[in-house]
């Protein structure tokens, strides 16, 4: 199988920065993906990265490094509605899922 | 909205019964996914179907099954409920596999 590693929980203040890590086991990696979940919804899509380098979309930049088998999820500007769980898969012929990072924004 | 639809939204029964849990994918998807998700606990991914066909097991008991129909709907069959079966499950879809998978709401289960 695969282990995804990824802090449990987290804090920051609103307008701040925050990254998110997640690293995992390098061979035979297809793509990573970061998703957010709000308690009780389901899982929406942020971002896909298959190539080492940083993918910006707004307020939201996903980082890979394929060698060091590490991503990051950088958040700017946060908002209180950033506030959720924020998951880390990767694609290994199937999805792997790491147990998320709760995010809590505070005013 | 993702596309992707899945009934019922809520569903309590007792141990020991059987359930059917069913997903339509977004239109145009080939492969279904379906994950469990326990209380406060990481996405677990029980198995994948891609036009019909299982592609990837995870994490499934013996006691669930799942098939994919040729509409390309899929359902998921969980059977000798137990308490510990408690769980949100969740449908996904992606285009054939390895792209980005698009989450229906979910079933929420409640075995009593």
């Known amino acids: 199988g695969q282990n995804i590693d990824q802090p449990t929980e987290m804090t920051a203040t609103e307008g701040a920065i925050v990254q998110i890590n997640c690293t995992y086991q390098?061979?035979?990696?297809?793509?990573l993906f970061w998703y957010q979940q709000h308690a009780g919804e389901a899982p929406t899509f942020l971002s896909y990265?298959?190539?080492?380098g940083l993918e910006e979309k707004g307020r939201f930049s996903s980082f890979l490094s394929r060698s060091k088998g590490y991503s990051y999820l950088l958040l700017k500007e946060l908002q209180m509605k950033d506030s959720a769980s924020y998951l880390c898969?990767?694609?290994?012929?199937?999805?792997?899922f790491g147990s998320g990072t709760k995010l809590n924004v505070k005013p | 909205d993702s596309g992707v639809t899945q009934t019922p939204k809520h569903l309590i029964t007792a141990t020991g019964q059987r359930v059917t849990l069913r997903c339509s994918p977004r239109?145009?998807?080939?492969?279904v996914y379906w994950y469990q998700q326990s209380l406060d606990q990481g996405l677990q991914f029980l198995i994948q179907?891609?036009?019909?066909?299982?592609?990837a097991k995870g994490n499934i008991l013996e006691r669930f099954s799942a098939q994919q129909f040729p509409d390309l709907h899929s359902e998921l069959n969980l059977s000798s409920l137990e308490l510990g079966d408690s769980a949100l499950y969740f449908c996904?879809?992606?285009?054939?596999?390895?792209?980005?998978?698009?989450f229906g709401p979910g079933t929420r289960l409640l075995v009593l």
């Open positions: 996904a879809s992606s285009a054939s596999g390895g792209e980005t998978q698009y």
């Open positions: 390098t061979s035979g990696f297809n793509g």
């Open positions: 990265n298959v190539l080492d």
């Open positions: 898969a990767v694609f290994f012929n199937k999805f792997y």
């Open positions: 239109s145009g998807d080939l492969s």
């Open positions: 179907y891609y036009n019909g066909e299982e592609r």
